[in-house]
């Protein structure tokens, strides 16, 4: 896939607007110069498609969906501790009721239990169950492997010590600002 799709300086695209001059940014533009533009899009672009087919692979292997396996991962990260329902939305980045909705269908599948928190009858708690954390650990192995086999393979060692280094700096700016 061709990332390098802008059009003529002051074209409005898709994704951004493309600056007049390709070096300008004096901080007061909103445009985007082409390589800002082209990084944007293949960020956009490339995220959907890449989890889509990691995504299929996983169902494919182990029958879990791609909102099963965050759920999964944050849970067994915790060991046998269980994790209040707020907490587990913050962590995964989802809003309470869309979690609340998928954990009932994972509860249905014997995947995790709920109980009432027992400082605060209106808190849940979600447990891993044990088929829940054999689950997991299956899907886990084929899930690496799908994941070595899209993205870490596809790239090399320096281009992936740089997209970490990228993906910890807008995660340290979209945690600082206000």
Do not use: C
């Not at 070096?23 to 533009?29: A, F, S, T, V, Y």
């Not at 985007?32 to 494919?60: M, N, S």
């Not at 909102?67 to 907490?87: F, I, K, W």
């Not at 609340?100 to 891993?128: F, Y």
């Amino acid at each position: 896939m061709h990332f390098a799709r802008h059009g003529p300086a002051g074209e409005v695209a898709r994704f951004g607007r493309v600056a007049d001059e390709p070096g300008d940014r004096d901080g007061e533009r909103s445009d985007l110069t082409p390589v800002e533009l082209r990084a944007w899009r293949g960020l956009i672009e490339i995220t959907p498609l890449l989890r889509l087919r990691l995504d299929q692979l996983l169902t494919a292997d182990s029958g879990l969906t791609g909102s099963d396996y965050p759920v999964l991962v944050a849970l067994h990260e915790r060991g046998d501790r269980a994790v209040r329902s707020t907490e587990l939305a913050d962590l995964i980045g989802w809003e309470q009721s869309r979690l609340s909705h998928h954990l009932a269908r994972m509860e249905r599948r014997g995947l995790i239990r709920r109980t009432r928190h027992p400082a605060d009858n209106r808190g849940a708690e979600v447990h891993l169950t044990d088929d829940g954390r054999a689950t997991f650990l299956r899907a886990a192995e084929g899930h690496s492997r799908a994941v070595r086999e899209h993205f870490a393979d596809v790239l090399t060692v320096p281009q992936l010590e740089s997209l970490a280094e990228v993906m910890e700096a807008l995660k340290h700016h979209l945690d600082t600002v206000t």
